[in-house]
Each structure stands twice: as C-alpha cells, then as structure tokens.
C-alpha cells in the first residue's frame, strides 16, 4: 500500500523561505507523477504544482510561478517543494499527492491523484 508522508512545514514571517518533502513508501516512485495541492481554511483544496514521473515537465498554478519550485528524487523516493518569497496568502495545509503513470495537464486537477498524503501546515505570518 502507498503511503505518502509530509514534512517541512511551520511558521515563518513573509518574505521567508520553506521547503517541503514528501517521502513515497510502498510503491515505485519513479511510476508516479506526483502533486502538491493546498487547503486555507474555509476554502476547497486547489493545486499549487506537478511533476511528472520522470521529472521532465512541471506544472504550477499562476500564483506560485517564479517563487515556488517543484523537484523529485526517484532515488530518494521523494518530491519537495522550495517556497520563497511567501505571503500570507500561501498560508494554508500543502498535501502531497501521487498519480500513477499518469501524464500531462490533468495532472493539475485532484480527481487525477488516488494517492495523498496527511498534510503539512504552513503559516506565513506578515
């Protein structure tokens, strides 16, 4: 069974800079395209940014271009994502998420991911 575990978040003023990881356990890494989405209180959860299996193409929503980069270690079996520039508007719980063999821009959509980690919460304080 695929288990997929967070970490990374925390407090941190704007401005600042965070990195998340998100450790793969009990599949082959390198058969998932992986996901980071996130969740604001009393709002739906939405995508911030994908990365195909291989690594080779990358996607993220409009307001993280530029100042969040999504990366993956297959021999690590791990994604992160490094968070710089932050505002308070990136607060939210970020969740990992992993699709298998799945390609292309339907990566950005959640119904695209079976898989999905607990969450980290990241709170930017201004």
């Known amino acids: 069974q695929v288990s997929l575990v967070e970490s990374g978040g925390g407090l941190v003023q704007a401005g600042g800079s965070l990195r998340l990881s998100c450790v793969m356990s009990?599949?082959?890494?390198?058969?998932?395209?992986m996901g980071w989405f996130r969740q604001a209180p009393g709002k739906e959860r939405e995508f911030v940014a994908a990365i195909s299996l291989t690594g080779g193409n990358t996607y993220y929503t409009d307001s993280v271009k530029n100042r969040f980069t999504i990366s993956k270690d297959n021999a690590k079996n791990t994604m992160y994502l490094s968070m710089k520039s932050l505002n308070v508007e990136d607060t939210a719980v970020y969740y990992c998420?992993?699709?298998?063999?799945?390609?292309?821009?339907?990566?950005?959509?959640?119904?695209?991911?079976?898989?999905w980690g607990h969450g980290t919460q990241v709170t930017v304080s201004s």
């Open positions: 998420s992993g699709s298998l063999w799945r390609l292309g821009s339907d990566l950005q959509r959640p119904d695209a991911y079976r898989n």
């Open positions: 009990g599949g082959i890494f390198n058969h998932y395209s």
